[in-house]
């Protein structure tokens, strides 16, 4: 395994930043060791929220998916009332993990460090209403720790890796932040058997599409999520990435993964089929909506740096007969 020695973010002092991700329970370890926090909480016991403590977490986890994503938003109007609410409890867990690292002031490490405490903890602080939501849905659907775990390892992946090496590289962590939400997803809808797998594409999919449309955000950052194997194909170094560059080079490049992403949305879509039929246009909206955005970044010459792709709700909403009649034909 590669390493590469860079400053932490956590310490201010030198680690070695893998080349290569971790198993999900040493990733996590590796945070904590970052930080003087024991990654375990303990198993005190507390009292269920009142029911109106619940409604109101609920609310401001609609709130959140309202204000930050208005696709997912869009897209789970189709659900059920119950598995609606649920959802966007997951999604407002995931925004507000991100947010952890991302926003952070001072020290991302130990932010996100004490959020997995919090997270993996059986009682939720009352003042925090996503995770009073969220440990509700989980309690509710029996949704299992070692996929929260993978899904917490993936953003703290961001503390510790900034280069992948390959695309082998960046499908694991696409898996942890984006398919494992896709599989807590069907364990509050439901499925048929075999269904996991298409899961797994089409979630690798939604990520790759937002790693396309951030280039220029995430570089903003220092972080370029874009296979270092890849940028050598097309002759381009991180730096570049880095700097902004916008040539021949990097269209092709970007029209290169485009075409990955899209090749991962049609093999995901007959997956659609093994979810309950309550479920399958929500699930299909949301796969075809997003799947819109590459067709933006196309429209806008591949140009990632200065042009933010995004549907508009009109566009959303002319793309819905099309959705539905494809949903439909599935059985």
């Not at 003042?127 to 899904?151: M, Q």
């Not at 961001?158 to 696409?174: E, S, V």
């Not at 048929?192 to 790693?211: F, S």
């Amino acid at each position: 395994m590669t390493l590469k020695t860079v400053p932490s973010l956590a310490l201010g002092a030198t680690v070695a930043r893998l080349a290569q991700p971790l198993p999900a329970e040493e990733q996590l370890a590796l945070l904590f060791h970052l930080t003087d926090l024991a990654p375990h909480p303990g198993t005190d016991e507390w009292h269920p929220h009142p029911p109106h403590a619940i409604a109101e977490a609920y609310a401001e986890c609609e709130r959140i998916i309202r204000r930050h994503s208005k696709s997912f938003y869009f897209s789970s109007q189709f659900l059920d009332v119950e598995k609606r609410r649920a959802v966007r409890a997951l999604y407002a867990f995931c925004r507000t993990t991100d947010d952890t690292v991302d926003l952070a002031t001072d020290d991302p490490a130990r932010a996100l460090a004490a959020w997995v405490h919090q997270a993996r903890g059986n009682a939720p602080a009352h003042h925090n209403p996503v995770l009073v939501a969220w440990h509700d849905t989980r309690a509710r659907y029996g949704l299992p720790a070692a996929l929260v775990d993978e899904l917490l390892a993936g953003v703290a992946m961001d503390l510790t890796i900034q280069r992948y090496a390959t695309f082998a590289d960046l499908w694991l962590y696409c898996y942890r932040v984006a398919s494992v939400v896709g599989l807590l997803v069907m364990g509050i809808t439901g499925h048929a058997p075999g269904a996991e797998p298409y899961a797994i594409k089409l979630g690798v999919a939604l990520q790759l599409t937002n790693i396309l449309r951030d280039v220029g955000e995430d570089a903003q950052r220092g972080r370029v999520y874009l296979p270092q194997e890849d940028l050598e194909r097309f002759g381009l170094t991180a730096d570049e990435i880095l700097a902004g560059v916008l040539d021949e080079r990097f269209r092709r490049l970007m029209r290169f993964e485009v075409q990955r992403a899209q090749r991962l949305y049609d093999e995901s879509w007959p997956g659609i089929a093994l979810l309950p039929p309550e479920s399958r246009l929500a699930i299909g909206a949301a796969a075809r909506v997003y799947r819109g955005i590459l067709d933006k970044l196309a429209a806008n010459g591949y140009d990632a740096h200065t042009r933010r792709a995004h549907l508009s709700l009109r566009e959303k909403l002319a793309r819905l007969p099309g959705i539905w009649w494809d949903v439909r034909k599935l059985g």
